[in-house]
């Protein structure tokens, strides 16, 4: 059966992303050490549709954030010798080259606390390497967590921030910046003062303005979307003034602010595992067990096998129009927790959840005829809860 297309490129972009983010990896362990790579505690990842206000509002955004380092462009990050000689020589900029130069600026000191990453991502693989990143610093954090350097590796904190506006708004600002431009050049050219503003194409043609936008929303803000259930995720209305984006951003950060855990907080229970890493190969370790128990266990798994064939299969027969039944045993065999683990591990593998609890039940035997003490022996008697899928034999008129 062939994948939709849609997931076919989802899965490519994976390996894309994969392959190249351990590249860039790989030369940045080799030029700097594996012990000095230290990227930002809090990195704002800002994107936004043409004419959104990237610019004009992230000084607001890093005082909101307490972000002192000067922001991260991607556009002038890309003007740098380096790969202007690449462009200069014609050859293309690759994601790897976007990659690396972005994650080796964002090791230099000066954004140790936090820094705004204007531009980036983009794409869905340049998405895929900022999770990557993010799973490399929680494990270079774990790695270093108990040695003298464990401060220096801090929790990351990962945002992304949407700046949003509609078509609309966006073309009607793309339009307004350009002439705006224009306006400026004249006087400049007249006056002999001041430096000429580059402008764009999209700036002073509707169709040109239109054509980005819609790269915005199909390429772009799909991608960003992607990473909305892993990070925190910003989605601001920047259709309105800039007082109304400004109070926006204020009340977007106010709530997320709220519900975040501070670090010690999160450091005392970061040792609780995620139900994602229970479950993450839990088909090929409950394999791995049962082959375990029939090759080591022999005798005591064939005896449980019996035991759920004569004592839990009538049980479940019995209620397969319910799709929930109680097993109640006491067998002497079960006082070993490897026959209880045995009991779930065969039952999941057949498809059904189970769960198992230890009643005590303290049974009168005598009372002592001296000091008239109940005298009580215990039994033993384990509770399996067992659910699996039933089967509707009515349907609603």
Not at 15 to 32: A, I, M, P, T, Y
Not at 63 to 75: C, D, F, H, L, Y
């Amino acid at each position: 059966m062939s994948l939709p297309a849609d997931e076919k490129n989802a899965d490519l972009d994976l390996k894309n992303s994969e392959q190249l983010f351990n590249v860039v990896w790989g030369h940045l362990e080799r030029d700097f050490g594996r012990e000095n790579l230290r990227f930002p505690k809090e990195i704002m990842w800002l994107g936004g549709a043409p004419g959104a206000g990237k610019g004009t509002n992230t000084p607001f955004i890093m005082r909101e954030r307490s972000i002192t380092a000067q922001p991260i462009v991607m556009s002038s990050l890309l003007e740098t010798p380096e790969m202007r000689s690449l462009i200069d020589n014609g050859q293309l900029v690759s994601d790897r080259d976007v990659v690396e130069i972005m994650l080796r600026e964002l090791l230099k000191p000066e954004y140790e606390s936090g820094v705004v990453v204007d531009g980036f991502p983009r794409t869905a693989v340049q998405c895929g390497v900022v999770r990557m990143l993010y799973r490399k610093m929680m494990e270079l954090r774990s790695e270093f967590f108990d040695t003298p350097q464990g401060d220096l590796f801090r929790r990351p904190i990962f945002r992304i921030t949407v700046l949003y506006v509609t078509e609309q708004v966006s073309i009607e600002r793309q339009l307004k910046r350009g002439r705006e431009v224009e306006d400026y050049n004249h006087r400049v050219r007249e006056s002999g003062e001041g430096t000429l503003i580059p402008q764009r194409a999209t700036d002073v043609c509707i169709e040109h303005a239109k054509e980005r936008y819609r790269i915005f929303r199909e390429q772009t803000f799909d991608a960003l979307q992607r990473l909305r259930d892993t990070f925190h995720y910003h989605f601001v209305d920047a259709n309105g003034s800039l007082e109304t984006v400004e109070r926006n951003i204020m009340r977007e950060f106010h709530y997320q602010s709220s519900v975040e855990l501070a670090e010690d907080t999160y450091d005392s229970i970061r040792n609780i595992p995620l139900p994602s890493t229970l479950t993450e190969h839990a088909r090929q370790e409950l394999v791995r067990r049962l082959d375990r128990y029939r090759h080591r266990h022999s005798s005591l798994f064939a005896r449980i096998v019996n035991l759920i064939e004569t004592r839990f299969v009538p049980l479940l027969r019995r209620h397969a129009l319910t799709g929930h039944a109680m097993v109640r045993i006491e067998d002497a065999d079960l006082e070993q927790d490897l026959a209880i683990d045995m009991v779930i591990d065969v039952l999941s593998e057949r498809g059904f959840q189970a769960t198992a609890v230890c009643d005590y039940q303290h049974i009168p035997i005598r009372i002592d005829s001296e000091t008239g003490t109940i005298i009580s022996a215990t039994r033993k008697v384990w509770s399996f809860e067992v659910g699996f899928k039933s089967t509707r034999i009515r349907r609603e008129e």
